[in-house]
T-cell receptor, first 113, second 113 residues
Framework: EDQVTQSPEALRLQEGESSSLNCSYT??????LFWYRQDPGKGPEFLFT???AGEEKEKERLKATLTKKESFLHITAPKPEDSATYLC??????????????FGKGTLLTVNP | SAVISQKPSRDICQRGTSLTIQCQVDSQVTMMFWYRQQPGQSLTLIATANQGSEATYESGFVIDKFPISRPNLTFSTLTVSNMSPEDSSIYLCSERLTQETQYFGPGTRLLVL
């Protein structure tokens, strides 16, 4: 069974204090790893998809990296508007729905001014 | 990016009743999905809504409880039938626009009393 574990569950940062969120996964063949941002009362907002170990993608203050067992979301010099829950999901290349995303529970990031 | 709308945005329902949630996307897509986000839990795939054929349900979800329609490439409905308090959740429509991107709607917040 595919599993995704995100850590920490919650993270408080001061504005400008860089850090990383972790997403560990167990999957029977990785087809893609997705990162989302979710604000309170809203649906998940798509950020990145990563496909193979060593791949990196960037968007503003966010950079996502991928290894064979985990992905990191690095946040550089965060601002209060980066406060949100960040979700990680994997798509397996075999078994079940070909497009099923298995999600972690998310990391709640709070950036204080 | 994609524009996905859902109706209603929220509802409070009585035990034993049914609620139909509508999802409209702004472009024709092959793959549409319905997810559930229960409090403190991960987003979980309910089913894949197939245009012109029956939906494909994930383990633990059945058609009698969650009937789905997909009359065309831009619209789908999910019905939550014979509701109980355990069905209180956020229900999210999702579309796979490309192999690399999957977007979510704003969600329908359901409370069952």
């Amino acid at each position: 069974e595919d599993q995704v574990t995100q850590s920490p569950e919650a993270l408080r940062l001061q504005e400008g204090e860089s850090s990383s969120l972790n997403c560990s996964y167990t999957v029977s063949g990785l087809r893609g790893l997705f990162w989302y941002r979710q604000d309170p009362g809203k649906g998940p907002e798509f950020l990145f998809t990563l496909y193979s170990a060593g791949e990196e993608k960037e968007k503003e203050r966010l950079k996502a990296t991928l290894t064979k067992k985990e992905s990191f979301l690095h946040i550089t010099a965060p601002k209060p508007e980066d406060s949100a829950t960040y979700l990680c999901a994997v798509q397996a290349s075999s078994g079940g729905s070909n497009y099923k995303l298995t999600f972690g529970k998310g990391t709640l990031l709070t950036v204080n001014p | 990016s994609a524009v996905i709308s859902q109706k209603p945005s929220r509802d409070i329902c009585q035990r034993g009743t049914s609620l139909t949630i509508q999802c409209q996307v702004d472009s024709q897509v092959t793959m549409m999905f319905w997810y559930r986000q229960q409090p403190g839990q991960s987003l979980t795939l309910i089913a894949t809504a197939n245009q012109g054929s029956e939906a494909t349900y994930e383990s633990g979800f059945v058609i009698d409880k969650f009937p789905i329609s997909r009359p065309n490439l831009t619209f789908s409905t999910l019905t939550v039938s014979n509701m109980s308090p355990e069905d209180s959740s956020i229900y999210l429509c999702s579309e796979r626009l490309t192999q690399e991107t999957q977007y979510f709607g704003p969600g329908t917040r359901l409370l069952v009393l």
